[in-house]
Nanobody, 120 residues
Framework: QVQVVESGGGLVQPGGSLRLSCQAS????????IAWHRQAPGKERELVAG???????TYADTVKGRFTISRDNAKNTVYLQMNSLKPEDTAVYYC??????????????WGQGTQVTVSS
């Protein structure tokens, strides 16, 4: 079974930056479409950004121009660079692999996520 580890979260002031990492075991990583999702207290989990096996990216409107998703297949890792962070970005961030680039049906069990808190 694939094991997923998200890391890199923390407390940051508005306007600051963080870089999240998602590392997964398994040989299918390089052919997987992978996305970052987030869930804020009292809200449903939502898609933040996705990257296809071929490197095409998609972003939620709320993070376009501020977040960048990238992948390093040699390290089985996907990154999420988050700049110009806002208090509304506060959430637990998770990653998962998906069957298609609509990033709906997941392939991995959900990991524990990494907490991002944006506050002064």
């Amino acid at each position: 079974q694939v094991q997923v580890v998200e890391s890199g979260g923390g407390l940051v002031q508005p306007g600051g930056s963080l870089r999240l990492s998602c590392q997964a075991s398994g040989r299918t990583f390089r052919i997987s479409n992978i996305a970052w999702h987030r869930q804020a207290p009292g809200k449903e989990r939502e898609l933040v950004a996705g990257i296809s096996s071929g490197g095409s990216t998609t972003y939620a409107d709320t993070v376009k121009g501020r977040f960048t998703i990238s992948r390093d297949n040699a390290k089985n890792t996907v990154y999420l660079q988050m700049n110009s962070l806002k208090p509304e970005d506060t959430a637990v961030y998770y990653c998962n692999a998906h069957i298609s680039t609509n990033y709906r049906t997941t392939l991995w069990p959900w990991g524990q996520g990494t907490q991002v808190t944006v506050s002064s």
